[in-house]
């Protein structure tokens, strides 16, 4: 089918460790972005993509990386996991402005 | 910078009864106005859209109607269902061509039977 799939669904880190959440859409949009989601503040913007080796910072960009190799992959990197980055992660695509994005299913990290 | 000011939740409502979601935004330039529907448990979807002004987005019996002089863009149905609870994100683009968007915290529905 085809959308944004995101990998893994649920994570448990310890403080300190790094992982990869990973991100894939089979839609050939360029655009794509990395959003975090905690109660009572809605979605924010980590950092996003226009295309194939093409990144910029959102509004929460500390402790996270991301690289675009391909058109297809956007994976979001935490570098040294924090609690304070336990939260919601969410992947999302568009193929261009005024189209809206497609989302995710999104990724539960639990930072302990 | 850009913001959304949405109606704070949670709603209740028993089904069948009418609903509005108010939504009032700021924003660079001309954006495109967006509704996000997220179920329990899953991603956002795209519920429906406006990219000009006086254009009314609808799907799935919601309605909502791009107003510019207001800078609003309510999200209505004229019957609500136990199916429809859900949150609901309103979100202006970040300007005219921008693909960035900026989302309200998001109201929560309950409908009950």
């Known amino acids: 089918n085809a959308g944004v799939t995101q990998t893994p669904k649920f994570q448990v880190l310890k403080t300190g460790q790094s992982m990869t959440l990973q991100c894939a859409q089979d839609?050939?949009?360029?655009?794509m972005s990395w959003y975090r989601q905690d109660p009572g503040m809605g979605l924010r913007l980590i950092h996003y993509?226009?295309?194939?080796?093409?990144?910029d910072q959102g509004e929460v960009p500390n402790g996270y990386n991301v690289s675009r190799s391909t058109t297809e992959d956007f994976p979001l990197r935490l570098l040294s996991a924090a609690p304070s980055q336990t939260s919601v992660y969410f992947c999302?695509?568009?193929?261009?402005?005024?189209?809206?994005?497609?989302f995710g299913s999104g990724t539960r990290l639990t930072v302990v | 910078g850009d913001s959304v000011t949405q109606m704070e939740g949670p709603v209740t409502l028993s089904e069948e009864a009418f609903l509005t979601i108010n939504c009032t935004y700021t924003a660079t330039g001309y954006p495109s106005l967006f509704w996000y529907v997220q179920y329990p448990g899953e991603g956002l979807q795209l519920l429906l859209k406006?990219?000009?002004?006086?254009d009314k987005g609808s799907n799935k019996g919601f309605e909502a109607t791009y107003r510019k002089e207001t800078t609003s863009f309510h999200l209505e149905k004229g019957s609500v269902q136990v199916s429809d609870s859900a949150v609901y994100f309103c979100a202006p683009s970040s300007g005219a061509g921008s693909y960035q968007l900026t989302f309200g915290k998001g109201t929560k529905l309950s409908v009950i039977p």
């Open positions: 999302a695509s568009t193929p261009g402005s005024g189209l809206g994005y497609t």
């Open positions: 406006a990219t000009k002004a006086d």
């Open positions: 993509s226009v295309g194939a080796g093409i990144t």
């Open positions: 839609m050939n949009h360029e655009y």
